[in-house]
């Protein structure tokens, strides 16, 4: 019943092993940001070359093995199961294949439309059931299951491994340095760090909860095909409302803790006095920096649709 704590996904792990920890977490931040922002109306091969520089970064990262090759199985294996039930939505016929004039009018042109079908599945008979079908894959289905299971694993993967190499106040400092420049228009940049840094405190505390209920329902050995669905369904709601209240209660003791010591908070300077880390190497951020300006034009150039 661990299987949680082996997911260290949103938490960090301390060590000194891997060069992404030595790296500037506003580097760090502004690389996830690019793995988050440039898949937007891009092409199956940009995002197929994200996935895969991902993975190349995660195996060349350094980082010990037992930290993320089961986040990253989760992740793929999330990823490849929406992007199939993402594939088999139906789609509409793409509108340029629709002939404005007949064949006939044309000369030398064909009666028969040209097919968008990848694969066709079903009906599917079982005995004397039969299931509803066919199931048509087509060229715009393909791509949306693509397009579906390529972000998901970029987004979430990109993000775990950035919260696994950086400490919660690393990524403060670093969000609070992008955010400077909004402190002119009033925008409560010190507030707004703090809360995101409870916020990544709190992630701990709700795998925490959320392992503890799973616990209490293993130790009862319930079985949800005797229990029904309505009845199932009515456990599920139960077990959700009780996390969201234990959520919440955890939530209630830190602020009382937080006012019990006056309601204070540290501005993110005090977090990270220096501007250079400890152990951070200039020339590995140099050419981080140098590489992440060629990706972000080689999409322009090449990862439009």
């Known amino acids: 019943m661990d299987w949680l704590r082996q997911l260290p996904i949103g938490q960090y792990v301390a060590g000194s092993s891997g060069w992404l920890r030595r790296l500037d977490p506003r580097l760090k931040l502004a690389w996830v940001l690019m793995f988050l922002l440039t898949p937007v109306l891009a092409g199956p091969l940009w995002r197929l070359a994200l996935v895969v520089a991902l993975l190349l970064i995660t195996f060349a990262s350094r980082l010990p093995l037992r930290i993320w090759w089961r986040s990253l199985l989760f992740v793929l294996l999330l990823g490849a199961v929406l992007g199939f039930l993402a594939m088999l939505l139906p789609t509409g016929e793409p509108a340029s294949i629709l002939a404005v004039r007949s064949p006939q009018e044309v000369p030398g042109a064909s009666a028969t439309s040209p097919s968008w079908e990848l694969l066709r599945l079903g009906p599917l ?78 992630l701990p505390l709700v795998q925490e909860e959320l392992q503890n209920l799973l616990r209490a329902l293993a130790s009862r050995a319930i079985n949800m095909r005797q229990l029904g669905f309505k ?69 322009g150039k090449y990862g439009g649709l």
């Open 231 to 299: 009845a199932s369904f009515a456990l599920i709601l139960s077990v959700g409302e009780r996390l969201l209240a234990n959520i919440l209660l955890r939530a209630e003791q830190g602020a009382e803790a937080l006012l019990a010591r006056g309601g204070l908070w540290l501005p993110p300077e005090q977090f990270r006095p220096q501007l250079v880390l400890a152990g951070a190497s200039p020339l590995l951020n140099i050419a981080s920096a140098m590489l992440l300006i060629l990706v972000l034009g080689l999409r």
């Open 125 to 202: 008979r079982i005995g004397s059931l039969t299931l509803g079908g066919p199931l048509v894959v087509g060229r715009r289905s393909a791509e949306l299951g693509l397009n579906t299971a390529t972000l998901i694993v970029t987004v979430l993967h990109s993000v775990n491994l950035m919260l696994l190499t950086t400490q919660p106040e690393d990524l403060v400092w670093a969000l609070s340095w992008y955010l400077a420049p909004l402190a002119v228009f009033g925008v409560p940049v010190d507030r707004l760090s703090f809360q995101l840094l409870l916020a990544l405190r709190f």
